[in-house]
């Protein structure tokens, strides 16, 4: 009977290790692919003046000078 329960925890300790490893892999690289994806969108996400005149125009428009544009992004 001792023999049974140290083999079963055994085999819980190196489920749980395992478990514990293959999640931190996913969540080490899902981070990695999360920057190095950023860092290239970043270098194209250029507004135009244009387009941010036209969008002030339209802020302005709509809520009648009342409304701020603190950021704008590119999707």
Do not use: C, P, W, Y
């Not at 009977?1 to 690289?29: C, P, Q, W, Y």
């Amino acid at each position: 009977m001792d023999g049974e329960l140290s083999t079963a925890l055994s085999l819980l300790a190196i489920g749980m290790i395992t478990v514990f490893i293959v999640l931190l892999l996913v969540v080490l690289t899902g981070n990695i692919l999360i920057r190095v994806v950023n860092r290239l969108s970043l270098s194209e996400d250029h507004i135009s003046a244009a387009k941010v005149a036209a969008i002030s125009g339209a802020v302005e428009a709509f809520t009648q000078g009342r409304g701020k544009i603190t950021k704008i992004e590119k999707d």
